[in-house]
């Protein structure tokens, strides 16, 4: 553990100096504004690729989405579409996913897993979009909690062998419920996760799902450009991003330097940070 600790000391240290020291004149001159800058790209984007090969099933999702007040908290299409190619690229059959509204990204990702495989999530609202999804014939992939995410997280990593308080099928207590508590190697034993909830906790999810999830696995979080917010200075950020803002700079820095992930930032709807498990 104190080895860990030195040696990520060591590593932020090397980093910003390494940061510090380069010169960024040739390759900035290969900069350009990102998509988040450009809405007449974005809707290109959106009208020219996602939505004529977006699924019926998500497309309602969104239009009913389109209607609730917090509407802009639904995972992007653009980003749905990134994702559903990351699921399928690596053949992702056990998933978990933090943080649900209506659930764009939830169904995205039970409608791109093969029809034996599972959505584990522990979310902390109500969840709406129930006859959507059934409609679509995914819901026997869903595994849903309502709870916080982090002590589901922990409890996982414990390998509890009850079932969880909460822990239902959407339909009824089902026994593949069990199955998943019962087992004793929870760890690296996932091979996707999903990140979109209080954004105060990501380093916290990071370190769980890290366990979690195997080597080779993903580990995919949104909103980790929060509006742009992050290339501003702090002076022109709106009192109620400040918060947020600061702990996705946090996230953003540290796992920048994580030696046990590669990463990519996607600048795809609210900035997708990408990262694979090495180690
Ligand atoms: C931005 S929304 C997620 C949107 C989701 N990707 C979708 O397409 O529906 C964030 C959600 O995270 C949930 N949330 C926030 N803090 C949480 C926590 N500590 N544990 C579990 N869920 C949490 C909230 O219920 C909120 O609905």
């Known amino acids: 553990m104190c080895i860990c600790i030195s040696t990520g000391f060591c590593i932020i240290c090397f980093s910003s100096i390494y940061l510090k020291s380069m010169d960024f004149t040739t390759a900035e001159s290969f900069l350009h504004e990102g998509l988040l800058q450009s809405f007449e790209l974005t809707k290109y984007i959106l009208k020219t690729n996602v939505y004529p090969r977006e699924p019926s099933p998500l497309k309602e999702l969104r239009e009913v989405t389109a209607k609730h007040p917090g509407k802009l ?7 749905g579409q990134l994702m559903g190619m990351l699921l399928k690229l690596i053949n992702a059959k056990k998933t978990i996913e933090i943080g649900v509204y209506t659930g764009y990204s939830l169904l995205l990702t039970a409608l791109s897993i093969p029809h034996d495989a599972m959505v584990f999530i522990p979310i902390g609202f109500r969840f709406i979009s129930l006859p959507i999804i059934q409609k679509a014939g995914v819901e026997h992939k869903i595994n849903f909690i309502e709870s916080q995410a982090l002590p589901v997280l922990d409890k996982l990593l414990q390998n509890l062998s009850t079932k969880y308080p909460g822990f239902f099928k959407f339909n009824q207590l089902n026994s593949s419920s069990f199955v998943l508590f019962q087992q004793k190697d929870n760890e690296g034993s996932f ?7 209080d954004k105060e ?11 979690l999830v195997k080597v080779g696995g993903l580990i995919v979080f949104d909103n980790t450009l929060w509006g742009g917010t992050v290339a501003q200075p702090e002076e022109a950020v709106s009192e109620d991003r400040k918060e947020s803002r600061r702990s996705i700079i946090e996230f953003n820095n540290s796992v920048s330097i994580d030696q046990r992930i590669e990463i990519a930032l996607a600048p795809s709807g609210d900035g997708l940070t990408i990262c694979r498990r090495i180690r």
């Open 191 to 197: 091979d996707f996760a999903f990140v979109d909830a």
């Open 201 to 211: 906790n990501y380093l916290n999810y990071h370190e769980r799902l890290l366990k």
């Open 73 to 79: 908290m639904s995972t992007a299409p653009d980003t």
